[in-house]
């Protein structure tokens, strides 16, 4: 070997020593990302199952404010409404929400097919695959709103119909105008985890199909609402709580990471507003009803959540409570108007969702911090009441506008379709008998309303007598409903 290689020698071992490290650290780097991502990836699949778990609080909440005779027909619809809604979302939704297309719609990835081809609008840390399970447990909560509104009378084959229409097309447009990188978004418009997005489409889907369909059979007499109470005040609260509990992966889940995101902060907000929605709930029902009407009070709560939806990562503390009291104040106040309108709305889905999202969205115009908006979406602007233009809080409006325009013209038109084809309502002795029984073959409280066979229904009434000799389970016959 010539002197001169030898000489290379201490240079290459010394070029050598300076990789290693450089090496070892682009590999433990590359290992840290790994688990930042599965860590994030994991999270998002967290808050997606608690979003999940908010259809056992629709189907409590809903079961609790209908008569026991269409109990069995509100959970049938639950099961059958989240069904839909992973299907038809997956087949179109999600891509015309999310997938690459121009400012109105997305119209790639159908069947979610391309990957991030496709949907170019997604950063690429979670996969498609993930946010889609993420984006479509949102629109069943926002479909399982509109159910709400339309308990004890509509069809069971209309209900579906109006469903695919709502996941397939109206809902995942208004969401591609902002999440989906739309024509909302690019004017600045911000909706967090969807007050206006989820919330305020499905009441307002609910408002209209109330309208369209009518009051239920002896809601309104010579120009007065007639009480129709729910059958289980336990059942609504056991909803409200459940609807709570999933709102922790609504909110702070829709950050869509772990690391770097300040979850805890917004589920800190989400709580405080919902505290807030159930105490403005009970004061005001209070005053204008001169009772503390449980449902009202349950009401507060879920207006509270829904009303901090959007602005949940964009306001201090103080502001969240605030956003809260007012959109819990306002679902008695609605409740009342509603009736005075001759609108029946089973659930109070319109004041719960639709007012209180409507405020919060615009609350946001009003409440967001510079340095929260930027942190947490990438915004320069701010809310007025912290220096902010006038400029933020139109857009904010004119977006609550469209919403309302699209999703209410939309909903009317499919609604009206549905009635002039297959029909919108069941028949009036139908809606008397129960939807259990005439839809479903069924009761979801059979000891309610038939002789079973070993039951004690002395707690309903009057007591089957046993049958002397074994045989066939008593009459099957069911006795008139209430």
Known sequence: MSLRRLRLVPVLAGLLLMLVPALASAQESAAIDEVIVGIDQAWILVAAVLVLLMQAGFAMLEVGMTRMKNAGAVVGKIIINLSISFLVFWAVGFSLAFGDGNAFMGFSGFFLQGGFENFSVLDGTVPVEGMFFFQVVFVAVSLAIVYGALLDRIKLSAYIAFS???????????AHWTWGGGWLDEAGFVDYAGSSIVHLQGALAAFVGAIIIGARVGKFKNG??????????????????????????????????????NFADVAVNTNLAAAAGVIGATLMSFMVMKTLDISQIGNGAIAGLAAITAPCAFVDPWAAVLIGFVGGGIVPLV??????LKIDDVLGAVPAHGTSGIWGTIALGFLATETRLAENWGSDAAGLFYGGELSFLWVQTYGVLATIAFTGVACAVTFLVIKKTIGLRVSEETEMRGLDITEHGMFGYPERFIDV?????SGFGETPTPSPTPGPAASTKPAPAS
Do not use: C, Q, R
Not at 335 to 340: F, P, Q, S
Not at 453 to 457: E, H, K, L, R
């Open 164 to 174: 695919v229409v709502y996941v397939g097309v109206i809902y995942p447009i208004v």
């Open 453 to 457: 066979t070993g039951a004690d229904s």
């Open 224 to 261: 007065k609402a007639v009480p129709i109470p729910g059958h289980s005040m336990p059942l609504v609260i056991l909803g409200v709580l459940i609807l709570w509990v999933g709102w922790m992966g609504f909110n702070p889940g829709s950050g869509l990471a772990a690391v770097g995101v």
């Open 335 to 340: 409740v009342l108007g509603l009736e005075k």
